[in-house]
């Protein structure tokens, strides 16, 4: 049994920022690609970076140059540094870590004040 805990989300103005950690635990070695996905209200989730084993990483276009993702595979945790956030990026954040299967987290809120 595998399970992904997030921490980090909340309320954050305009401008500001935060950091989102999503640590594994469970019956597994290592994983895969790691990443994080997002929903907001009324719309699909979609990726916002993902980080493979080796640490080759992959943003969405719209958080490019703000989000920064990393990891530590001793811990098999995935990290999200979120800086100069927007109001259009108030939505549910999901990490993800692939083995033989894709596993989620049940989600942490980041919600960004105007």
């Known amino acids: 049994q595998v399970q992904l805990v997030e921490s980090g989300g909340g309320l954050v103005q305009a401008g500001g920022s935060l950091r989102l950690s999503c640590a594994a635990s469970g019956n597994i070695f290592s994983f895969n690609a790691m990443g994080w996905y997002r929903q907001a209200p009324g719309k699909q989730r979609q990726l916002v970076a993902d980080?493979?084993?080796?640490?080759?990483?992959n943003y969405a276009v719209s958080v490019k140059g703000r989000f920064t993702i990393s990891r530590d595979n001793a811990k098999n945790t995935v990290y999200l540094q979120l800086n100069s956030l927007k109001p259009e990026d108030t939505a549910v954040y999901y990490c993800?870590?692939?083995?033989?299967?894709?596993?989620w987290g049940p989600g942490t809120q980041v919600t960004v004040s105007s």
């Open positions: 980080i493979t084993s080796g640490g080759s990483t």
């Open positions: 993800y870590a692939e083995a033989a299967y894709v596993y």
